[in-house]
């Protein structure tokens, strides 16, 4: 049988002590409010990411770059700069900056993320492409199970879905029943980069069941919200 939740066992994940189902109420989104829409001034810039560059004044400085796997994008006449881990704020004041040394007085410039690529979301248990997705803007929970292929038809037990986020610090869970979400008798929650979606499986082999009440102590760690 496949390694089961590598990706939550990686991350530290600790479920809680208590029946799970007592955590069935909305999860609160992460700080920051979805760093995926990439429009929060305080978004911070990864590899993959493509950004809009607009200096005024200045067409050959004017272009849509990606971000590459290093971190850094490359511009005319600056050449390579340091991308990720900046806010656009900060980014457009690099670039402006290193314009005001050798090129423009007073450089006007502008970024903004075009597409944030670096935004993923781990989908892991019982679906049948386990991994790490990159976030297109908007995403619900019923669509980042999909982007895993969906369920597994042999093993999954949607009507415990959960996801686990980081929020104020203190890392969260939420279990939702996608069987009422496909047939709208229940809102499909929006997901947010860094969540981690798990589908649990159904019998004896639940997951979920095995460790709500098995870490005692440890897992009265993390609060409900």
């Known amino acids: 049988m ?9 991350a530290g994940v600790i479920v809680f002590a208590a029946p799970i189902d007592a955590f069935a109420a909305p999860l609160p989104p992460p ?20 950004l809009d560059i607009n200096v005024l004044q ?4 004017t272009k849509i770059v990606k971000v590459d796997s290093g971190g850094r994008i490359l511009l005319p006449l600056l050449g390579s700069l340091q991308a990720s881990g900046r ?3 900060e980014l457009s004041q690099d670039i402006a ?21 670096s935004q993923k979301v781990t989908v892991d248990g019982a679906v049948n492409q386990p991994g790490v997705y990159p976030l ?53 929650p929006e997901v947010y ?4 979606i798990v589908v649990d499986t159904s019998g004896s ?3 979920m069941q095995n460790f709500s009440g098995g870490f005692g102590l440890l897992g009265m760690l993390i609060r409900p919200w």
Request: hydrophobic letters at 40%; zero cysteines.
């Open 205 to 207: 082999k639940s997951f």
């Open 136 to 188: 297109a803007g908007r995403t619900t929970l019923l669509q980042a199970v999909s982007l895993a292929r969906g369920p597994d038809t042999k093993l999954a037990n949607i009507r415990r879905v959960a996801i686990f986020r980081t929020v104020g610090g203190a890392r969260r869970s939420a279990v939702y029943d996608l069987s009422q979400v496909r047939t709208g008798k229940a809102e499909d």
């Open 58 to 61: 200045a067409a050959e400085l």
């Open 2 to 10: 496949r390694p089961y939740f590598p990706s939550l066992l990686a």
């Open 31 to 50: 700080d920051l409010a979805s760093r995926a829409a990439a429009s929060t001034p305080d978004y911070r810039i990864g590899a993959d990411d493509t």
């Open 193 to 196: 980069g860094n969540d981690i």
């Open 97 to 117: 900056t290193a314009l005001k040394k050798s090129y423009m007085k007073d450089p006007q410039v502008t970024v903004a993320v075009k597409d944030a690529e």
């Open 87 to 89: 806010t656009p704020g």
